[in-house]
């Protein structure tokens, strides 16, 4: 079957791209049927336990870039192929028919040139929208160096945009992606960014005017391809947060695809470093850490060990203990093995009554962590961390389980999971 | 020993608390049919449900919670366990008798369980909403599934805004129920024996292998992690996901 043969080496093709959140969107896209759920929904678990929710395929894997970590760098031997606009539109909706997706993320090899590209995928976009009145999830990709007017067209298609830098710095994109170039892949990003605040206020004034990525975009950086410090990263994916308003950066630990000499040789890809930066990805956007406090250039990396709340904690004694009864929502979330939830849970509990260690056992907080860094009244207010010295301490935080199963590789602990979706 | 018996519907649990107040009886058990097993208790007595008691006791928990916490007290009922029944009738009358602010009172363990009670029933609905597989039937779309909760009426307004414009059958094969919806009407739940299950349409066959084959090719070689993909889609799922090969399905 044709149809399966494209579909095998597009998706193929497309895999590495980490993203596929379909969270976000808005239920106020007109259509015939479907639609995106703010929440965003994972409708299977690969292998990898990573989560699909998206339909991810290239519209076409033939490519005139030469970036030495993709499979779809010119040089490569690989069957080219491309969809036709029917053809995909033909299977988006069999599968969402089925609920086996939310939606479509579309991308694709520079085929010619970046318009040329991009008109092939805003033709096969609108036809989902507006030949079957498609309203679901839809994420395409901007191709560095495609004209504004076609960004603004696709961007009136589609729930959410983004543009991936790949790699953290000048430097390594000159010397594995010749043909990009830092401008090159942020000037799309800031017209996206411009167009989504200009029409997002638009659309506050009058519910009818038109949505532009109204999911917002998004960003992709490999991790382990070239020789940035994670310092360098998380200052990158602040500013990407604080100025171009992103709603996810996505770190793909890299998968070694070629031989190719500028490469490192590696023998697993960083999973674990990858899920460390997840985790203080996480501080930034949920806990109101700078990156600055996460990593410094004291210490340029992150613990592999430890996760980088409990080394931040580590770090700042000073800070701590805190009451449980008084310390603010705020402090609370920077206590190790303390999220969201039990912080929620805290503030609403001690509206009652005082806290002490059993209550907060009953509401359900975890406190294997947490106790080394809180105060209880009955004890006095004594923090116990001051009991143990920095060592002991640190060996108290680390994660109790580290497999044997495949040496050399440590698995993720699983006090955290590896949020790549929501 | 006290046993109840109700016919497994909301009205039907409302009118068991009012025969609880009215009686001044808290029973030892209460269970719908498919939950009532003879052993130490006996036979149950049967509680018939009764339209004016229901929407008595309705609109005296309308008085009596906040609209969240009748929400809540709804969904933790959709938990459908050995417990339920009698775990709620706890509920209401520690909040009624102690207001409002007892909703949120976490630390009280029959508040905490209503709590973790609805919390599980929607957790397990929300991934529903991901692993429910479709597929085509002559007259439109099935999908059947074995759910722990009674997640059927938190699935229908979401497939119903999902696919309005088709006809679509999710069968609950555990409790022989049936959520149906007809384009331009309401979703609406039904009897629906677990042998009653429609034929593929002859197209079906050509999309689940493209899906099967689509699945397989997505896992990153080099990154396997089967554990982590267990805990994300418990293996009490597989059955009746199309992407999961048939040698798995048994092991």
Request: a positive charge; one cysteine or more; aromatic letters at 10%.
């Amino acid at each position: 079957m044709e149809l399966m043969k494209k579909l095998t080496i597009l998706g193929e093709a497309a895999k590495y791209d980490v993203s596929c959140s379909s969270s976000g969107g808005t239920s106020g896209r007109r259509g015939a049927f479907g639609n995106a759920s703010p929440a965003g929904v994972c409708h299977t678990w690969t292998s990898d336990g990573r989560c699909v929710s998206l339909l991810k395929v290239l519209y076409s894997n033939e490519c005139i870039n030469n970036c030495a970590y993709c499979v779809n760098r010119c040089s490569a031997d690989v069957p080219r192929v491309s969809f036709t606009p029917e053809e995909l539109a033909e299977i988006v909706m069999a599968f969402y028919r089925r609920n086996y997706i939310e939606g479509l993320f579309l991308s694709s090899g520079v085929e010619r040139s970046p318009d040329y590209t991009t008109e092939r995928m805003i033709r096969a976009v609108a036809l989902l929208r507006h030949r079957y009145g498609f309203a679901g999830y839809i994420h395409a990709k901007a191709i560095p160096g495609t004209s504004p007017e076609l960004l603004y067209k696709m961007g009136l298609l589609a729930d959410r945009m983004s543009v991936n830098i790949e790699l953290p710095s000048e430097k390594s994109l000159v010397r594995l992606a010749p043909q990009k170039s830092r401008h090159s892949v942020m000037t799309p990003m800031e017209k996206i960014r411009s167009a989504i605040q200009a029409y997002g206020e638009e659309r506050r004034h009058s519910p009818r005017a038109p949505l532009f990525a109204p999911a917002g975009q998004s960003t992709q950086l490999i991790v382990g391809a070239s020789p940035e410090r994670d310092l360098q990263i998380l200052r990158l994916c602040e500013h990407l947060y604080r100025w171009y308003s992103l709603k996810r950066v996505y770190y793909s630990a890299f998968v070694p695809v070629s031989s190719n000499p500028l490469l490192p040789q590696l023998a697993a890809p960083p999973l674990l470093r990858e899920h460390r930066l997840y985790q203080a990805d996480w501080m930034l956007r949920f806990y109101g850490f700078s990156a600055e406090e996460i990593v410094s250039d004291a210490y340029p990396d992150l613990d592999q060990d430890l996760d980088p709340k409990s080394s931040w904690a580590l770090r700042h004694p000073d800070f701590f203990p805190l009451d449980v009864n008084r310390a603010s929502y705020e402090e609370l979330l920077r206590i190790p093995g303390i999220g969201v939830l039990s912080a929620k849970r805290i503030m609403q509990a001690r509206r009652l009554r005082r806290l002490d260690a059993e209550h907060l056992k009953k509401i359900g907080v975890v406190l294997r962590r947490a106790r080394f860094f809180l105060a209880f009244p009955e004890e006095g207010g004594r923090f116990s961390s001051l009991l143990l010295s920095p060592e002991k301490l640190r060996k108290e935080l680390l994660p109790r389980k580290i497999s044997r199963e495949h040496p050399g590789q440590k698995r993720l602990p699983l006090e955290d999971p590896p949020l790549l979706s929501s | 020993m006290i046993f109840w018996r109700y016919d497994g519907t909301f009205e039907g649990f409302l009118s068991l608390l009012y025969a609880s107040w009215s009686r001044r009886i808290l029973p030892a058990a209460a269970a719908p049919p498919w939950r009532c097993r003879r052993g130490v208790l006996g036979d149950p007595e049967d509680i018939s449900t009764n339209p004016s008691h229901s929407s008595r006791v309705w609109s005296y928990l309308c008085a009596k919670f906040s609209p969240l916490g009748r929400k809540r007290f709804y969904r933790a009922w959709l938990q459908d366990r050995e417990n339920t029944e009698i775990l709620l009738l706890r509920y209401v009358s520690l909040v009624a008798n102690g207001g409002k602010e007892m909703e949120k009172d976490l630390l009280s363990p029959v508040v905490r369980q209503v709590w973790e009670a609805e919390r599980s029933v929607l957790r397990e609905s929300h991934r529903l909403e991901g692993l429910l597989r479709f597929r085509k039937i002559a007259e439109g779309y099935y999908a059947s599934l074995e759910p722990d909760f009674r997640v059927l009426p938190l699935l229908g307004d979401h497939f119903a805004a999902r696919y309005p414009d088709m006809p679509w059958i999710v069968h609950d094969l555990k409790r022989e129920e049936a959520l149906v919806f007809f384009p331009s009407r309401s979703w609406r739940i039904g009897p629906l024996k677990k042998e009653d299950i429609p034929r593929n349409s002859p197209e079906e066959e050509n999309w689940q292998a493209l899906w099967r084959e689509y699945y397989r090719i997505m896992g990153v070689e080099g990154r396997e992690n089967p554990e982590l993909m267990r805990r994300f889609m418990p293996r009490r799922y597989w059955k009746h996901l199309v992407e999961v090969p048939e040698e798995k399905k048994d092991a």
